[in-house]
């Protein structure tokens, strides 16, 4: 009975094997998808068109917008869009006359390498159409 040590053997391992990952963790530090050949406007230009996609998918920038939730839009930008990238968004009807009442943007982006992403919009349950323009900005 004192010979049986499996027990002990295997919380060594576990503890080790947590050990390993948290130190590989610490050491590689934060990867972000900048890919050394393409250029700051061009990564920008994606991340911009993917998080309209995204919040986009199942209707829900329509209905933000048809809500006038900018404060809720706001928030899902910060959240979608990578750390040091500031916003500005703003809202066109058709008649390309502004929708947004309030500001939507995290800073400033004058004076900086901008870029822009137009999004043309359809909302769902009204069919009202929007024009979304979002200005993106590496914040240095």
Do not use: H
């Not at 809720?72 to 040091?84: A, F, H, Y």
């Not at 309030?102 to 400033?108: F, I």
């Amino acid at each position: 009975m004192l010979g049986d040590n499996r027990g002990q053997i295997r919380v060594l391992e576990a503890l080790l094997a947590t050990a390993v990952v948290f130190g590989a963790l610490l050491l590689t530090g934060p990867v972000y998808v900048a890919l050394e050949k393409r250029g700051d406007a061009e990564v920008l230009y994606s991340v911009g068109l993917n998080v309209l996609v995204e919040l986009d998918k199942d209707g829900e920038l329509g209905e933000l917008i048809a809500q006038g939730n900018w404060t809720e839009l706001s928030n899902r930008l910060s959240t979608l869009l990578p750390v040091g990238v500031s916003y500005n968004l703003t809202v066109y009807n058709e008649a390309l006359e502004l929708v947004n009442d309030s500001p939507v943007s995290s800073g400033s982006t004058d004076g900086k390498n901008v870029v822009c992403v137009q999004y043309i919009l359809a909302e769902r349950t009204d069919l009202n159409f929007y024009v979304v323009r979002l200005l993106l900005a590496w914040m240095k």
